[in-house]
């Protein structure tokens, strides 16, 4: 485990699976070294897998196989800053279309029940204008969206 900080997600034996997808959804994203039980614990017999270590955008990651007694929920979430629509569209289907659902403002989650908040650059942008008036449309416009749409936002910030 190279980097001082990573990130330790939980998953019940599918760890390997979601690193996968991670990897072939995001740019910058690696599936590194997989690590096999050295004996039984309660998840799990010895030479399952354990650990995956991978990368998501760049960021370390280490996916425990811990088993079913934790879950994902809204209080840890990727966010993922997309360029245009057509980045953003990408990804958000890429999730919702292999097992995950929408949400709302942006966010989805993952078959794997981890949040993801595909976020434009635009919206950021908008719901941060210097004009509040401004930014106050673009952010009422964001909260009737689940996926954000970029030019309905750019719409509603010029009003």
Same mark, same amino acid.
């Given at each position: 485990?190279?980097? =001082?900080?990573?990130?330790?997600?939980?998953?019940?034996?599918?760890?390997?699976?979601?690193?996968? /997808?991670?990897?072939?959804?995001?740019?910058?994203?690696?599936?590194?070294?997989?690590?096999? @039980?050295?004996?039984?614990?309660?998840?799990?017999?010895?030479?399952?897998?354990?650990?995956?270590?991978?990368?998501?955008?760049?960021?370390?990651?280490?996916?425990?196989?811990?088993? *079913?007694?934790?879950?994902?929920?809204?209080? /840890?979430?990727?966010?993922?800053?997309?360029?245009?629509?057509?980045?953003?569209?990408?990804?958000?289907?890429? %999730?919702?279309?292999?097992?995950?659902?929408?949400?709302?403002?942006?966010?989805? =989650?993952? =078959?794997?029940? +981890?949040?993801?908040? %595909?976020? *434009?650059?635009? +919206?950021?942008? @908008?719901?941060?204008? *210097?004009?509040?008036?401004?930014?106050?449309?673009? /952010?009422?416009?964001?909260?009737?969206?689940?996926?954000?749409?970029?030019?309905? %936002?750019? @719409?509603?910030?010029?009003?």
């Amino acid at each position: 485990m190279p980097s =001082k900080n990573t990130i330790c997600l939980w998953y019940d034996g599918t760890a390997l699976d979601a690193a996968r /997808f991670y990897a072939r959804t995001f740019p910058d994203s690696v599936v590194g070294a997989v690590h096999r @039980a050295p004996g039984d614990y309660p998840a799990g017999k010895q030479s399952d897998v354990l650990m995956v270590e991978f990368t998501v955008m760049g960021i370390p990651c280490l996916g425990l196989n811990g088993g *079913p007694g934790m879950q994902h929920n809204e209080s /840890f979430s990727f966010q993922v800053a997309t360029d245009d629509q057509a980045e953003t569209d990408r990804l958000w289907s890429a %999730i919702i279309g292999n097992g995950g659902h929408a949400s709302e403002c942006g966010w989805c =989650k993952d =078959k794997w029940g +981890l949040s993801w908040q %595909i976020t *434009p650059r635009a +919206l950021m942008a @908008a719901v941060t204008d *210097p004009d509040p008036a401004a930014a106050k449309r673009a /952010f009422e416009a964001m909260m009737e969206m689940t996926r954000i749409d970029i030019a309905t %936002i750019e @719409a509603a910030r010029r009003g």
